[in-house]
């Protein structure tokens, strides 16, 4: 055996993919019931269609804030340490520090178990994404540590996390009780059919939240993050080539779906502070 294999790690499949049901229609009747394909269960959406979006605060219980997010095959977690002092020198704003790494299984092929399991500029990236929502400005002398570990991704491409790792930030922010401008949450958008190999009379296709496949045939894709409270942007990140024209629409796109998502984010946060007010009231009695 290599000496570069670790015996303690259990090797689990390269790919896992998760079970298709067809629902049984009503109407038949014997023991020939007809069985009606439903088009969501096979990842078939609408162009303006943003796929289900699951998100959980409050599962790390050593951390001041976590969050939990999963958006089609993205499964990522987050927590937040802070804020507490920072070490000289002076600093009249807080400062963020953030970092995101990649679990060995989180995608296909699988990774090393290096230190190259994290892209440094996907941190970058989501830094500057999240900075905006932040008021830094209430926090003299003060430093938030920001810890993504990227469960499941779509390769190649990281727009959908990015998109998902900004949205499960301002989660786990809230989460730990820190001031914020507004919740913040990522979109994307890819578009095709512009490239130069297209049908001279093709039509530019936008697709919403794309996944891996739709993602690698794009020609361009935009991340945008959001701050819907307060109708504002606080970064865009493009991918390929793209008209003006194109890069508004699909901005468009982007900031009116964050409208939903900003609904369920502001939900599961709401939901989380119940979870603690309900604890606390069980363990008082």
Not at 20 to 49: C, F, I, W
């Amino acid at each position: 055996m290599s000496a570069n294999v670790d015996r303690r790690r259990i090797l689990g499949p390269e790919r896992s993919f998760p079970p298709v049901y067809a629902p049984v229609d009503a109407t038949a009747s014997g023991s020939g019931a007809k069985l009606v394909q439903d088009e969501s269960m096979n990842g078939e959406r609408a162009n303006g269609e943003m796929r289900p979006l699951f998100i959980k605060t409050g599962l790390i219980s050593q951390a001041n804030g976590s969050g939990y997010i999963e958006c089609g095959a993205v499964k990522i977690a987050c927590a937040v340490y802070g804020p507490r002092p920072k070490p000289p020198p002076y600093s009249p704003e807080g400062t963020l520090n953030l970092e995101v790494k990649f679990a060995p299984f989180a995608s296909h092929p699988r990774r090393a178990p290096l230190r190259d399991t994290e892209p440094p500029h996907l941190s970058h990236l989501l830094h500057s994404h999240l900075l905006p929502a932040l008021q830094l400005h209430t926090l003299p002398k003060s430093s938030i540590d920001i810890y993504l570990l990227v469960l499941q991704s779509e390769s190649p491409s990281i727009e959908s996390v990015l998109a998902s790792g900004l949205t499960v930030c301002a989660a786990a922010v809230a989460d730990a009780g820190i001031a914020m401008n507004g919740l913040a949450v990522g979109t994307v958008t890819s578009l095709s059919g512009t490239a130069t190999d297209s049908p001279p009379n093709a039509k530019p296709i936008i697709q919403l939240d794309p996944d891996g496949l739709q993602a690698r045939a794009a020609d361009a894709r935009v991340t945008v993050g959001c701050l819907p409270a307060l109708d504002a942007l606080s970064d865009v990140w493009v991918t390929g080539e793209v008209t003006v024209d194109n890069l508004i629409s699909m901005i468009n796109e982007c900031t009116q779906a964050s409208q939903s998502a900003h609904a369920t984010l502001a939900q599961a946060i709401l939901e989380g502070e119940q979870n603690k007010t309900s604890g606390m009231l069980v363990g008082g009695t």
